[in-house]
């Protein structure tokens, strides 16, 4: 959107345009920063500035602010296209999929579009140039919700090239509607990681004053290429401000809050690291960059429902379902229970050879089957329950498990082994 | 389970049996109370102690230990079968459903039983007597997960009798698994309530050294008979140690742990009060009791169903539920979202009269599908986004406006119109 009122008047008396770098004086106060264009959310008095530290503020102006421009935006667009490259520095690569980290703002437009070329992308963030090579590539551009099995058997496949070709480790933007789903995904696929795979996203588009894109990258690439760290993260805000971020598990993270900067949280476990600026600190134990190579496994049965139970859910309704599919992931009440006219169903199921995973709607805590009778009941009718697995991870696990294997007693072995961080130990809980 | 090893040796030199005040000494510390059986899941080297505040603990014994006889048990069966009544003080009504706080030690079998008398329910935490007097009912003995919309009724209709008949609160003693489901239900049938409707669980049957029923059923009395609250609320440990209580918002709160005692959190708004012993101290604001009398809206249609969406969820899953019912929530991602195949569903089942109610699987935040295209797509297709709505609460909360009216603009209405605190305004969020 364009400025308007008071903004609009101090910007054109200024002579300042969106992508100009400007000084805001307001109570004594300085503010110097490129011009962002105002965002549709934000108040008509708030002017967003691009600091050059990456991060933008918003400044609120008033009468007797005043506006003077420091210099005219440089329009490089041929020098943008070629990125550098420094021998001395290690090689990461950055495979987009689309999302809000993945937008940019044209400072010719003001608008904001999706990254459609590796450029857009990093240029967006030229920081990450300065702590590495970037091998980038757009893969996809889609929104998370739109997420499919076959974009994230395309993803590991893309991940596992440039893991096996030199890079230190592998940057995936993705939005975070559905990012648990695809870190977890990630997690079962990618075998031998010869170093991290970091799914990184923004709760804010990057031309909004607090947004969070810049710091969840830069904290990305630290992981990348300061540690030994081995195995697939979520990369996001550990609190509200810009303060330090989380890498969580890939098999034990789940978008927590719908809109927050900190929206993402490791369920059953502690987080893996903490970065706070430069430094990398970890949390809980994780696994170790392998020798490799890496190994992809990217087969996956996509025919399992995931199936939230409810008082007044009907035996149709699991009925209904499970003659379509080859496995159900039910997120059971509490220890995982469900009604009793659905044992039943389940036994049918079961007798047709579909695979009937039991998780906890709780998310937090682990199943039990033993302690009620109606826990008794659901294993007598062949239901498998998986320890403190969420029921996410549980439906992408068995997709995969089915996958590996068409043996139906291989694929229950497989979802009670601990492949990737996906069950805590009982005396770790 | 009855006691074995050096257990068993010491009881039986002592010649006490479970029932029975004895005096355990270990380390020059002493421990009196009754003996409680063993529970299944103790250690045979733990004896547990009904202590005369009502909570239980566990003593662990070893050579050198010494167990005393203080007194035999007194069998008083028919003195047990009469309730006392005491004029100077309030009635609150016990309205039973069953669940693991509403099971008691037999101390003559030392077995754990559904209770199935009021008087059973009641004497197994005699301490509530000294607060009010209490009127019993067992209405229901099930397991929560068996609990189903016309259950919700009955209860309703009972809790409605009683305070219009003069107790000051109903407690009402639920299985831990869909109490959240059972509150919010209640919050939306029961209204103009002239006394608080206090759902209370426990976490470990009362036979365990580390029950947290008594205590929760003492908070639960200290709100009706204490405080001027007229909401239904849960109650329930607000942390895993014995110190204080939390009441939560029958709409706003959820079990989010599958087995710690503060299993229950409110979510998008902080508890309503925090009972720490005999003391109420109000946290949040909190609805007064009215005048009355308690009006019962039980109409219930219970041709809904709850949909989680996930990467993978096909159209056909959408349009198989949706024919079978009147009103579908989705739990979408992050501010709501579906993938875009299931827009032709959401539109094809909306011109059919379903009704489409959004809600977030992140639980925390509020849907908004003004912020991405997705979310546009949606409600041009006649999704109806809730708010902070939960999605278990915006299920129950359908159910009941399709009771209400037959007029579709109606439900919608209704469904963004604030009937017991499970919309939060967007200033407080």
Redesign the interface.
């Known amino acids: 959107m364009t400025h308007t009122g008071l903004a609009a008047e101090l910007l054109k008396a200024a002579g300042a345009t969106v992508g100009d770098t400007i000084c805001i004086q307001r109570d004594g106060e300085k503010h110097t920063g490129v011009l962002m264009p105002r965002h549709e959310f934000s108040d008509e008095a708030i002017i967003t500035l691009k600091l050059p530290s990456g991060y933008n503020i918003g400044v609120r102006i008033a009468k007797g602010s005043q506006v003077s421009l420091v210099s005219k935006k440089e329009v490089k667009t041929v020098a943008r296209k070629k990125m550098p490259h420094d021998q001395g520095r290690k090689d990461v690569a950055v495979i987009s999929t689309g999302g809000t980290i993945a937008s940019y703002v044209d400072y010719r437009t003001g608008a904001v579009h999706p990254a459609k070329s590796a450029e857009e992308l990093v240029f967006s963030v030229p920081e990450l140039m300065d702590l590495c090579n970037i091998r980038a590539k757009v893969l996809y551009s889609i929104?998370?919700?739109?997420?499919?099995?076959s974009h994230?058997q395309g993803l590991a496949r893309a991940i596992g090239e440039e893991l096996n070709s030199g890079a230190v480790g592998v940057i995936v933007p993705h939005?975070?509607?559905?990012m648990g789903?695809?870190s977890a995904a990630l997690s079962f696929m990618l075998k031998n990681l010869t170093g991290p795979v970091v799914c990184v996203g923004s709760q804010r588009s990057s031309d909004r004053p607090s947004s969070d894109a810049t710091m969840n990258l830069l904290a990305a690439t630290r992981l990348c290429v300061d540690t030994d760290l081995g195995e697939v993260v979520v990369v996001m805000h550990g609190e509200p401000s810009d303060t330090f971020c989380l890498a969580h598990r890939g098999t034990k993270v789940r978008?927590?809050?719908?809109?927050?900067r900190d929206?993402f949280a490791s369920v059953n476990i502690p987080p893996i690291a903490r970065v706070e600026g430069p430094d990398v600190k970890f949390v809980g134990p994780h696994l170790r960059r392998s020798e490799g190579p890496v190994e992809v496994r990217d087969k996956i049965d996509?025919r399992?429902?995931?199936?939230?139970?409810?008082?007044?859910?009907e035996e149709?309704?699991f009925d209904?379902?499970a003659s379509?599919v080859k496995g159900v992931v039910i997120?059971?009440?509490?220890?995982?229970?469900?009604?009793?006219p659905i044992m039943s169903s389940i036994r049918k199921a079961v007798k047709r050879g579909v695979h009937v995973v039991v998780t906890?709607q709780?998310?937090?805590?682990?199943?039990?089957l033993n302690v009620?009778?109606?826990g008794r009941d659901m294993v007598a009718a062949g239901a498998l329950p998986v320890g403190d697995m969420l029921p996410?991870t549980a439906?992408v696990k068995l997709?995969w498990a089915m996958g590996q294997t068409d043996d139906y007693s291989e694929v229950n072995k497989l979802m009670l082994t601990n492949i990737a961080g996906e069950l805590t130990d009982r005396r770790e809980l």
Chains 1, 2 share one sequence.
Request: aromatic share 14%.
């Open positions: 929104l998370s919700e739109n997420m499919t099995v994230w939005g975070t509607d559905t789903f695809t978008k927590m809050h719908s809109s927050r929206a996509g399992v429902s995931l199936l939230y139970f409810y008082p007044g859910f149709e309704h209904l379902i379509h997120a059971g009440t509490g220890l995982g229970h469900v009604s009793e906890t709780c998310l937090y805590g682990a199943v039990n009620y009778s109606t996410e439906y997709m």
